[in-house]
C-alpha cells in the first residue's frame, strides 16, 4: 500500500472518480464529504468501494482534523456548484454546520 490518501468531497462527481482512480493504485483511502443534500439523494452510487468514509462538513474543525489524522496527502474537492447556489443562498446548504 502507498499511503493512505484523503479526498475530501469524494462522494461527489469529480472527488469519486478521484477516490476510485488512487484506490485502483493501491493506495489507502478515505472519503471525506458532508453529503450535501443538495448533491446527493441517500448514498451515492459513486462512493467507492474499500475506502473509510468520515461523513461530516469539513468547516468543522474537528472534522477537519479527524478528516486529515494520519494521510499523506490531500485531494480536495468539495464543492457547492453554481446550480446549488439558490439553496446555499436560502440557508439549506448550511444545515450541517449549524448542526456542528
Ligand atoms: N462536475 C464537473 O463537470 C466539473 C468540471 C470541472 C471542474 N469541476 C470542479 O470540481 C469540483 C467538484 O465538483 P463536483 O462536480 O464533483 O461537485 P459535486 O457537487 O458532485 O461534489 C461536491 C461534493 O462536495 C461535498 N461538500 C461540499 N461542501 C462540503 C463541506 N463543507 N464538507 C464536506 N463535503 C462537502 C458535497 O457533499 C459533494 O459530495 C468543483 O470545484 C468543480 O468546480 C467540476
Known amino acids: 500500500m502507498a499511503g493512505v490518501l484523503i479526498v475530501t468531497g ?3 462527481f469529480v ?5 476510485a482512480r488512487l484506490l ?3 493506495h489507502g483511502m478515505r472519503v471525506g464529504d458532508a453529503l450535501l443534500p443538495a448533491a ?5 452510487p459513486g462512493m467507492p468501494d474499500g475506502a473509510e468514509v468520515l461523513v ?6 474537528a472534522v477537519a482534523h479527524a478528516a486529515v489524522r494520519g ?3 490531500i485531494s480536495h474537492q468539495p464543492a457547492i456548484m453554481e446550480e446549488r447556489m439558490a439553496e446555499f443562498a436560502t440557508g439549506a446548504l448550511r444545515a450541517p454546520a449549524a448542526r456542528g
Do not use: F, I, M, N
Open 71 to 73: 494521510v499523506t496527502g
Open 15 to 19: 472527488g469519486s472518480h478521484v477516490a
Open 24 to 26: 485502483e493504485a493501491g
Open 40 to 44: 446527493h439523494d441517500g448514498r451515492p
Open 10 to 12: 469524494g462522494a461527489g
Open 56 to 61: 461530516g462538513d469539513l468547516r468543522d474543525p
